[in-house]
């Protein structure tokens, strides 16, 4: 008398250690570790594989969470450190004095485009040959530079280089 159908599929998918070994691409003893964490079998030394095919994807899946959980943490852990490197940074960059305060920043900025702008309304609207216009305009120049120098002494502490003065700009 023949035997049902599904008891055919089933012994058909149930093999013994070294096949299923083989056709996992394992070796014995790797097989055996995964038989002791947890493997599925049917019997002593005997494995239905369609069983063990979807447990060996379960816990694949479960690692690649685990794996992406640990990635997360580290990506995490180093934002973490950066921060704190920065910080730390900073409040040594403070205690040597190399941070200025945001107001006395704001005021050397202001300080600095109004020469600027002294200095392009102090250029009289038209130019002309007149060495005494020539003149005024290079007194102004001057004037203006001088007013930009002290703003930039007052935010940075240094006066900035600058080239000769004597050669005076003319038009």
Same mark, same amino acid.
């Given at each position: 008398?023949?035997?049902?159908?599904?008891?055919?599929? &089933?012994?058909?998918?149930? !093999?013994?250690? $070294?096949?299923?070994?083989h056709?996992?691409?394992? &070796?014995?003893?790797?097989?055996?570790?995964? =038989?002791?964490?947890?493997?599925?079998? !049917?019997?002593?030394?005997?494995?239905?594989?369609?069983? =063990?095919v979807?447990?060996?994807?379960?816990?694949?899946?479960?690692? $690649?969470?685990?794996?992406?959980?640990?990635?997360? &943490?580290?990506?995490?852990?180093?934002?973490?450190?950066?921060?704190?490197?920065?910080?730390?940074?900073?409040e040594?960059?403070?205690?040597?004095g190399?941070?200025?305060?945001?107001?006395?920043?704001?005021?050397?900025?202001?300080?600095? !485009?109004?020469?600027? =702008?002294?200095? !392009?309304?102090?250029?009289?609207?038209?130019?002309?040959?007149?060495?005494?216009?020539?003149?005024?305009?290079?007194?102004?120049?001057?004037?203006?530079?001088?007013?930009?120098?002290?703003?930039?002494?007052?935010?940075?502490?240094?006066?900035?280089?600058?080239?000769?003065?004597?050669? $005076?700009?003319?038009?």
């Amino acid at each position: 008398m023949p035997r049902p159908k599904s008891d055919l599929t &089933a012994e058909r998918w149930t !093999v013994n250690t $070294a096949e299923c070994a083989h056709v996992l691409g394992l &070796a014995p003893t790797s097989l055996a570790k995964l =038989v002791a964490s947890g493997m599925p079998k !049917v019997a002593n030394g005997r494995f239905y594989l369609p069983i =063990v095919v979807e447990w060996m994807l379960d816990r694949a899946k479960r690692r $690649a969470e685990a794996t992406e959980e640990r990635a997360e &943490a580290i990506t995490a852990r180093m934002e973490l450190t950066e921060a704190q490197t920065l910080k730390t940074q900073l409040e040594a960059a403070e205690k040597m004095g190399l941070l200025v305060e945001r107001e006395i920043a704001e005021q050397a900025i202001i300080g600095l !485009v109004q020469a600027c =702008v002294d200095c !392009v309304e102090s250029i009289p609207s038209r130019v002309d040959t007149d060495p005494f216009t020539r003149e005024r305009i290079t007194e102004a120049a001057r004037a203006a530079r001088t007013d930009l120098d002290l703003a930039i002494v007052d935010a940075s502490g240094e006066l900035p280089a600058r080239p000769d003065d004597s050669a $005076a700009p003319t038009t």
